[in-house]
């Protein structure tokens, strides 16, 4: 299937009579991170409103907060008094201290987004939230406050089905935000710049659709932008605020923040933005053409820039499903980790050597991306390094883990997991006993649909397998099963969805 030619045709509703297993396993792959067998049947028997529905619901995704942060946020209040009051030797001793329970806090933030992230029930929202958070970019390496990174995650996913100016609004607020472009430190004597900068280039219009004078003049109005250090909290300094009048974008007022996020969403460019953003990071790393972006913008405008709309709208679109966009895209390293463990039924490993630090060496270390445009991912995905990464993690994920090379810390962590049930760290018996039995042949071809997408290229590794399977002797079949899905999983065709 091809998409039509005229733009405001490529929008419209995926007709019934192409929904199948085929479209239901693309709209899985993309929206999720896995798609799995059963998952398949039911999005195919449900249908795609109700999948989409289901997918995108109108309430947001509730992130339960990681227990140690509660501590954490109060040590850091502490922590900052005494450092204010200290100088010399004990205030860099503080300043460590600090720093080390920072990244502790850290730490538990991955660990806790990926558990709850690796939900199926989650997954769509959860990527949802990873696509916005890469668009409304923080980073750890300039807030070094856990605290903030996950609240500025709670702003983002409260909002992520709601219009998008809200957002905007409440990003604006974000004390993770107002930390790392320095909103925290402006105010009408010295306007800092950075957020109204970003504000118009990076999270709601794009280059060239702002002049330095609307810049300069929007950076007035978000003046007094504080971070309350009792609470951790937004709070507004009305005394830093420029009351002034300010012009943007031709028109003048004494604007506020709000109102210039209002004025900038006015702007033609703000329509075509975010959709242009969306079908980066879910369809095509090659730009779709203008006058489709300009179509779906339109609408979207019309729509009161509303984000469940735009969500189910794209997702559900004649060109989300054209051939040229299947099976074409490189899975983040994000995608490619939680999607092993949901194709292998496993549940995040709680130890970050396990499970954050292979993120972070296949090239997207969470909560720190690598600059304020946020991941480029695609190509840039892949390299030598991160391939050697990707095919280490599927090993580690087929064999037993070592307990014995645990430290104390590490040991504790995995006993206290193991008492909420939460043990399936590695392949077991019963993945095998459900997903793969019998002859090479239909061994073969029930873990391959198990785990690569339908086609050409699967039906040929149905064959290599098939004939792997069958040269082994009855003694070494566990084994060479074993041998054949850890091959499988280090394909090309599954670094792509």
Known sequence: ?????????????????????QTAAHLLRRTTWSARPADVRRAREEGLERTLDRLFPSAPLEWPRPPGLDGFEEEWRELQGKIREASGVEKRYLQREQRERSQAALQELRIAWLQGAAKPENAALAKWGLFLGDVYVVSADKVRNASFLWKHQE????????????????????????????????????????????????FVLGEGSYTERDIKEAARAFTGYRVDPRTGGFRFAAGQHDRGRKTIFGKTGAFTGDEVIDLAYEEPAAAEFLPRELARFYLSETPLPPEHVAA??????????????????????????????????IKSPVQFYLGLLQ????????????????????????????????WVGGRAWINSSTLAVRRQLVQQLFAPLREENLNADEQRILAEARARGVDRFTVSDRWWDEH???????????LVDALLPAGGAAERVIRTVR???????????????????????????????
């Open 343 to 374: 194709d292998l039924d496993l549940e995040v490993t709680p130890l970050p050597r396990y499970s954050t630090s292979r993120l972070r060496q296949m090239g997207q270390e969470l909560f720190r991306p690598p600059n304020v445009r946020g």
């Open 467 to 497: 004939d792997f399977l069958a040269e082994g002797s009855s003694g070494r079949r566990d084994e060479r099963r074993r041998m054949a899905a850890i091959a499988i999983l280090q394909t090309p065709e599954y670094q792509l969805c």
């Open 296 to 329: 779906l913008g339109g609408w979207w405008r019309g729509a009161g820039f509303d984000l469940r709309k735009l969500a189910r709208t794209f997702f559900g679109s004649r060109l989300f499903f054209a051939e040229e966009y299947r099976g074409n895209l």
């Open 436 to 446: 793969v039995g019998g002859a090479p042949e239909k061994a073969a071809r029930q």
């Open 1 to 21: 299937m091809t998409h039509p030619e005229k733009p405001p045709e490529v929008w419209r509703r995926l007709p019934s009579a192409e929904w199948n297993d």
């Open 155 to 202: 702003i983002v996913a409260a909002h992520a089905l709601g219009p998008a100016p809200a957002l905007t609004k409440a990003v604006s607020r974000s004390p993770a935000m107002a930390t790392y472009l320095d909103l925290a430190r402006s105010g009408k004597k010295a306007p800092n710049e950075n957020f109204a900068r970003e504000l118009f280039e990076l």
